[in-house]
């Protein structure tokens, strides 16, 4: 494998071998280990050093694999479970640059000798991005409202849901090495704002970008950026250093591997059935590569093997899933500083999501076909749905994968999709996302359409309509459109729809986010004959809370969610004091229904106090499988290089140390062997940065698949 490792992590082993020669030797180790294992101690001049990672990493298996435990306060540490390789092992924590890389084996011990960082400056190359990150400036209050270059109608909350998880975080890190820095190849330029300028305009995502920076701020961004580049290359510091793993945190497990190519990025993957997290037990865990591809890719975790799987489309006419109307361009807006002008992506299927149903098949949010939707979606067909709301065009449709046979299937749908869950139902309906727009939110009567291979009588679709006419029923089509006044007697039509979907497992209700400023969830109640009983509740994001992104609901209809704010954000129905229909109840009528959790991490300055952290997407592990508990949220810290737990009142940072950089859209939690405590469980996630080559490692890194796991204590094996 061909990797160039990043520069400041050269810089800062610059010192190692004149530090060596006042280190002395470590302690003999006496930690306990099996031959699976390598174990010791780990010491500094300081003594031994607590709270700091061991990284073991192999090159010798089908693909990269690399496992990294915390030390116990004693120094100690246990890597368990490593397959048969050899391995370079290593220590990196705050306060330290890397040690020496020493070559082991499993089943020996291993004292390893950490190195103290020389200086500040080397010690925050280890920090995670939102250390970086919160070093950026923000406006101040009397720059909007008309007051400077700042559009008069945006308002503060509005630049930080665009800077952050429902705008540039919403495809990559900000404040990681890649981005906090102006990379030499991407030109000469009079200013740094002239660079700026240039460099979101790179690749094929450059539109996106651009209409971010320049579509809602008249480019204003552009100067906050180049003045925290300016101030970094100048020598500034993050102001707040982070503390190293304590607790619990001390006694995660991670493990890597890679998958995919160095090209082609994954949004997202899955392990099991949400439902029935025993299924597809020690099992492949199948890719989702979005824009990227049309490989789909898929680990072996127990014999570390990567593959992939090109998918099919229906068409073989059919274009590219890229340009106009899609969130990447066929071609690069302007050359990328690392792949130039070359086309690096060229998908068709355009897989968003996957889940596993509970017989282990794979269903897929991918196109099958071009936009066009068939004659049986439009306003004279007798679909149900189509009668309610006709639909002419989808972006995406969905597949089914039968990984025993890697049998693919075309699942032709009128509406668009996006994610995905089943429902705790009879017919294992599978309701679908669409992203926000298209109008509606379609479902799938999985077993019906596996009885009968009949797609379009087993799907239907509503639109989001609320009882403003307080009657307790859907009134057909007598509803105001959205952005009118609402009417007497007239039900009131949602524009957006749902981000995320949630399929309550209490009363069969459907729940999801959507993502406006300050945004909202929206639960549909399907009735006994959707869509034509489908009446759906709206309830805004209060402050200090708003941009809601990904979500997830518990085993108690409890939903939560990522927020904009820096904030997980939770609501509770049964807490509602007011009327839930009838023309008040049209988003403000339940704030007593929200509790707000502040992430971990540092905030910028001046806008009181705040987390960074922008984080994408939330999921609940309604069945334990990381051991922390039923119904714990779990959170993708999309600049705390990690995830994010919330269990008991506190926030848990599960850290992936190496390499720096990782950034999750989503995860999912699996047990293979109830019988096996902490071994036999744990939450699964993957690399899901646009653009994997912004990690450590720079070019040649490829995207990741991570498994967490949480045993006893530090040294269990």
């Given amino acids: 494998m061909t990797r160039k490792h990043s520069l400041y992590l050269h810089a800062a082993a610059i010192c190692v071998a004149g530090c060596l020669a006042w280190i002395p030797a470590p302690a003999q180790s006496a930690v306990p280990i099996k031959k699976n294992d390598i174990g010791g101690v780990v010491t500094s001049p300081n003594g031994p050093e607590a709270g700091v990672w061991v990284i073991a990493e192999t090159l010798d298996l089908p693909t990269r694999y690399a496992k990294m435990v915390v030390t116990d306060d004693q120094g100690r540490y246990v890597v368990p479970d490593l397959p048969q390789a050899h391995y370079k092992v290593w220590v990196r924590g705050y306060g330290l640059i890397d040690s020496p890389k020493v070559d082991a084996d499993p089943g020996k011990e291993l004292d390893l000798t950490a190195v103290p960082a020389p200086n500040d400056a080397a010690a925050a190359q280890y920090y995670p991005a939102i250390y970086w990150y919160s070093m950026l400036k923000i406006p101040a209050a009397d720059q909007f ?204 299927i355009n897989n968003h999501n996957s889940m596993f149903d509970e017989k282990g098949r794979l269903w897929l949010t991918a196109a099958v076909r071009g936009r066009k939707d068939p004659d049986f979606c439009g306003k004279n067909s007798d679909l149900p749905s189509a009668k309610l709301f006709p639909l002419t065009q989808s972006e995406r449709q969905l597949a089914m994968l039968d990984p025993k046979t890697m049998k693919y299937t075309f699942v032709d749908t009128c509406f668009t999709t996006h994610h995905l869950q089943f429902a705790f139902d009879k017919d294992d309906t599978l309701w679908t996302s669409s992203g926000g727009g298209g109008g509606v939110v379609g479902w ?102 708003f941009g809601p992104r990904g979500g997830d609901i518990d085993s108690h209809g409890v939903v939560w969610v990522s927020l904009a704010s820096g904030h997980l954000g939770s609501f509770d129905r049964r807490k509602c004091k007011g009327p839930l229909n009838g023309p008040t109840a049209t988003g403000n009528q339940c ?88 071994k036999g469980r744990g939450v699964w996630t993957s690399s899901g940065d646009r653009v994997p080559w912004h990690q450590e490692g720079g070019l040649g890194m490829r995207p990741m698949i991570v498994h967490f796991q949480i045993r006893p204590n530090p040294l269990a094996d």
């Fill in 145 to 348: 409202g008309g007051g400077s270059d700042i559009p008069a109608n945006a308002k503060l909350s509005d630049w930080l849901n665009a800077i952050k998880n429902n705008g540039c975080i919403g495809c990559h890190q900000l404040g990681d090495i890649a981005t906090r820095t102006v990379p030499a190849s991407l030109g000469q330029f009079k200013s740094s704002q002239e660079a700026w300028a240039r460099r979101v305009q790179s690749g094929q995502s450059g539109p996106t970008m651009v209409n971010i920076i320049a579509g809602q701020f008249n480019s204003t961004p552009i100067k906050y950026f180049a003045d925290w580049t300016d101030r970094i290359a100048a020598g500034e510091l993050p102001a707040t250093k982070p503390q190293r793993p304590s607790g619990i945190e001390r006694n995660i497990v991670v493990t890597t591997w890679d998958y995919a190519d160095d090209k082609h990025y994954t949004h997202d993957e899955i392990s099991t059935d949400k439902r029935h997290p025993t299924v597809n037990a020690y099992g492949r865990i199948f890719g989702s590569p979005e824009y990227s591809t049309d490989n789909i890719p898929i680990l072996d975790p127990v014999k570390n093997v990567a593959t992939t799987f090109h998918a099919p489309v229906r068409d073989e006419d059919m274009p590219y899933s890229l340009g106009p109307g899609y969130a990447a361009d066929l071609k690069p807006l302007a050359p990328s500083p690392y792949w130039g002008k070359e086309q690096i992506w060229d998908t068709h």
């Fill in 591 to 678: 704030p007593e229904g929200w509790s707000f959790y502040k992430y971990p991490g540092p905030g910028f300055a001046g806008i009181g106090d705040n987390s960074a952290e922008s984080s994408y997407y939330t999921w609940v592990d309604q069945h334990n499988t990381l051991g922390l508990g039923n119904d714990v949220p779990i959170s993708t810290g999309n600049l705390n290089d990690g995830l994010i737990a919330f269990a008991g009142g506190k926030m848990i940072v599960m850290k992936v140390p190496y390499p720096t950089g990782f950034y999750a859209k989503g995860m999912d939690g699996r047990i293979d062997d109830p019988n096996a405590g902490w």
């Fill in 444 to 545: 799938l009567d999985t077993k019906k359409f596996l009885a009968t291979g009949d797609a379009e009588h087993s799907q239907g679709w509503t639109a989001l309509i609320v009882d403003t006419a307080g009657t307790g029923k859907r009134e057909g089509v007598a509803y105001t459109e959205p952005g009118q006044p609402l009417q007497p007697g007239k039900d009131m039509r949602i524009g957006r729809v749902f981000y995320a979907v949630m399929p309550s497992p209490v009363d069969g209700t459907v729940w999801g986010t959507v993502r406006t400023n300050p945004g909202s969830i929206v639960r549909i109640n399907p009735g006994s004959n959707p869509p034509a009983t489908a009446l759906s509740e709206i309830y805004n994001v209060p402050m200090p809370g």
